[in-house]
């Protein structure tokens, strides 16, 4: 538990993540949407995917070439879920939050092929 507990509160010292947390509490998103929201190169969402993912907080799933991500579900552990129970409490009223559900809107309105040559000019 006490190894669980620290991976968690590591996964969640990080403005990224955190970010990516609540775009993923909408639901179910995709790397390069992620990637749109958060404004970083691909590898370092990654990165942060991964941290999220090892920490059990979020959880994944391949169709074709694409990689899609959602929050850790009801059978994520306790420690997991009481975490993003209060990420989500604690950032729902933020300004930046709000912002991002904002972009979040746009990029979700443009298809992923777009979104992933869009990026790969940056």
Known sequence: MMNETVSIAKALSDKARLRAIMALSGGE?????I??????????????????????????????RWVYFRLAGPDASPPARK?????????AGDSSVTKDLLSLKRITGVSKEELCRTQAKK
């Open 35 to 64: 990637v749109g929201l958060l404004g970083l190169a691909p590898s370092t969402v990654s990165r942060h995917l991964g941290v999220l993912h090892q920490a059990g907080l979020i959880s994944s799933r391949k169709d074709g």
């Open 83 to 91: 975490a993003l129970r209060w990420v989500r409490e604690a950032l």
């Open 29 to 33: 998103l995709c790397v390069c949407q």
